[in-house]
């Protein structure tokens, strides 16, 4: 049940979409430290999490049965 919940899901353009939003959560993250330890931390998680997404290949939204457009 696992490895089907982790198995991938979306292809080179939702991975690319994907990356880039890490980049946008983690460059957000930097600076938002800065304003708020605590909204740092959250970027900084979310930033991650959709990094390990773009580069396992899998979408957690999809993996839930969610469509998305990319």
């Known amino acids: ?18 990356g880039l939003g890490a980049l946008a959560l983690l460059i957000g993250a ?4 800065a304003a708020s330890f605590w909204w740092g931390v959250v970027l900084l998680i979310l930033g991650l999490f959709v990094a390990f997404e773009a580069l396992r290949g ?3 939204l999809r993996a839930c049965g969610i469509r998305t457009k990319l």
């Open 30 to 33: 930097g600076f938002g430290i």
């Open 58 to 60: 899998w979408c957690f």
């Open 1 to 18: 049940m696992m490895k089907v919940f982790f198995s991938r899901n979306i292809d080179n353009k939702g991975r690319l979409a994907r």
